[in-house]
C-alpha cells in the first residue's frame, strides 16, 4: 500500500482518564513527549499513535488517523484540487516531520503525514 495509515490520535477532553483506560484495557506503551503536552502510543506491533486533549471542546472525543505520504504540500494541493478543505495547513513537528489536515468533500478528517525520515 503506497499510501498506509501511520498513526491514529486520541483527541480527548479527559487525558488522563483515557490513559488509564487505554493502558489498563490493552498492553500499550504510553510515553510522554518532552516539552510537548502529547502521549505517544506505542502498541508494539501494528500503527500506533498518540494522545492529546482535544483542541476544540465543543467536538466530540474523536480517534483521528493520519496518512503518510512523499510530500505533504502536494499532496494537501491535490487534496483541495479534488474537491476537499483545508482544516489545518502545512505545519512542522521539529525533528518529527509535517503534516496537513483535511476534511474530505463528505466531511471527514483526516491528517497527512510525511516524515522528516521518509519513513
Same mark, same amino acid.
Given at each position: ?6 498513526? !491514529? ?18 498492553? #500499550?506503551?504510553?510515553? %510522554?513527549?518532552?516539552?510537548?503536552? /502529547? ?5 508494539? %506491533? $501494528?500503527? $500506533?499513535? $498518540? ?6 471542546? %465543543? !467536538?466530540?472525543?474523536? #480517534?483521528?488517523? /493520519? !496518512? ?8 494537501? @494541493? @491535490?487534496?483541495?484540487?479534488? $474537491? ?13 516531520? #509535517?503534516?496537513?489536515?483535511? !476534511? ?8 497527512? #503525514? ?6
Amino acid at each position: 500500500m503506497a499510501n498506509p495509515f501511520v498513526h !491514529i490520535e486520541l483527541q480527548t477532553q479527559d487525558l488522563e482518564k483515557s490513559k488509564k483506560f487505554y493502558a489498563g484495557l490493552f498492553d #500499550w506503551k504510553l510515553g %510522554e513527549i518532552p516539552g510537548m503536552d /502529547y502521549t505517544m502510543i506505542n502498541v508494539g %506491533e $501494528g500503527t $500506533g499513535g $498518540g494522545m492529546m486533549k482535544k483542541p476544540v471542546p %465543543e !467536538i466530540p472525543d474523536i #480517534w483521528f488517523p /493520519y !496518512i503518510m505520504v512523499d510530500d505533504v504540500a502536494a499532496s494537501t @494541493k @491535490k487534496a483541495m484540487f479534488l $474537491g476537499a478543505s483545508l482544516a489545518k495547513d502545512v505545519t512542522e513537528i521539529p525533528g518529527m516531520g #509535517w503534516f496537513s489536515v483535511i !476534511i474530505d468533500p463528505t466531511g471527514a478528517a483526516f491528517g497527512l #503525514w510525511q516524515s522528516k525520515t521518509g519513513k
